[in-house]
């Protein structure tokens, strides 16, 4: 199968590595940078150097291919999804768009397509963690998800790492969460309702609403839905401050006769000092806590992850935990696993238990590992 992977940044690289090690895998990675490039190549992986902003150059780029990873960034994402499937390629998608990607469930079901969507950790591992839990339960009342990726070392002042595309991280503080309480949708601001909550071998971290929920709004009938994301006390304070300061503002405002959005200002200098430093060791962290009831009586099911930065391969925790979900998925989708059509949210592939303990045991393989409690609470 050929397979070509939009992007080379810390999580593209992690999946076309990993791809690659595939017997029966024949991989393509794309990306502007060729600093980006050089370890794929050296690692025999072939590579094109090109800009992933125009839908057009996506189109021709991707053709000859069974299979298209799209790890570009968020603002890039949606075109680039509906170029492949235009393009009449199948898809598994990372790339965290604003936009609905239901929209183009006309035009993959048009073409007889299949697009895995929001095939990361959270989004992603946290749906079909979601979605098994589900399968598990005679009815649900609340699916509570926790998720951050961190670094090991805090260091002031954000104590935190960004490992993905600087925008996307800003992003995450800007967009309005959507949650489901008492069976209605409800949106909040990003960085509200912060919670601290304890975690073993953590200590405390704090909680806050972000918007990743995202398909489980519309595909799961649950009453009570909501998404935080995790990071060491303080850090919100700061990113707050940030954005009321009108540094994440997108209007452009002029300095010296330029047009600059602030927000592209704030991504430019915060990045380099977000960054990791090479072989920075970070961890990522995520809990999925269902509550419901099967058999009559009441059941909660929580689900943990932790993993830690692999040493002896230089990979992330987060580009691990993100990557390796999308791969697994991909492998899914490679051994016809996965046979619906249209616009896939993971959630639904959680509520398959063959495909969900399909991509748990490929991420075991690679020292991913979900620890699954089940409690009874008296009624």
Request: proline share 6%; glycine share 8%; with cysteine.
């Amino acid at each position: 199968m050929k397979i070509i992977v939009l992007g080379a940044g810390l999580v593209g690289k992690a999946m076309a590595l990993d791809l690659a090690s595939e017997p029966g895998f024949s991989l393509t990675s794309v990306d502007l940078k060729p600093e980006a490039l050089a370890e794929l190549a050296a690692a025999g992986i072939k590579t094109i150097q090109r800009n992933l902003s125009q839908p057009e150059t996506i189109s021709e780029i991707v053709r000859d291919y069974d299979l298209v990873i799209n790890a570009v960034p968020g603002y890039l994402g949606f075109q680039s999804l509906r170029a492949c499937l235009e393009t009449g390629r199948n898809v598994v998608d990372i790339s965290f768009f604003p936009e609905n990607p239901m929209e183009l469930e006309p035009v993959a079901r048009g073409h007889k397509l299949t697009a895995a969507v929001d095939c990361g950790v959270a989004p992603g591992l946290s749906n079909m963690l979601a979605g098994y839990g589900l399968s598990q339960l005679d009815q649900a009342f609340s699916i509570h998800i926790y998720v951050g990726g961190l670094p090991i070392i805090r260091k002031w002042p954000f104590e935190y790492q960004a490992v993905f595309s600087p925008v996307d991280v800003i992003e995450e503080y800007l967009r309005p969460a959507r949650c489901v309480a008492n069976g209605q949708l409800v949106t909040k601001q990003a960085l509200s309702e912060p919670e601290l909550i304890e975690f073993e071998n953590l200590g405390t971290l704090e909680a806050f609403n972000t918007d990743g929920l995202r398909t489980m709004i519309d595909t799961l009938t649950v009453p009570e839905m909501i998404e935080k994301t995790l990071r060491y006390p303080g850090h919100r304070e700061k990113m707050l401050a940030l954005r009321q300061a009108g540094f994440f503002d997108k209007k452009p405002v002029e300095i010296a006769g330029q047009k600059i959005r602030p927000v592209d200002l704030a991504a430019r200098i915060l990045f380099p000092r977000l960054r990791p430093e090479q072989g920075e060791a970070d961890l990522t962290v995520l809990r999925v806590i269902i509550s419901g009831q099967k058999g009559g009586q009441p059941l909660k099911l929580t689900y943990d992850l932790f993993d830690r930065f692999d040493p002896q391969t230089g990979i992330h925790s987060m580009a691990r935990t993100t990557g390796y979900t999308a791969t697994a998925v991909a492998r899914a989708l490679a051994q016809g696993l996965i046979k619906t059509t249209g616009i896939v949210a993971p959630e639904c592939l959680g509520l398959e238990p063959e495909i969900f303990n399909f991509v748990r045991t490929e991420l075991a393989k690679r020292k991913i590992v979900i620890q699954e409690k089940k409690e009874w609470p008296e009624s």
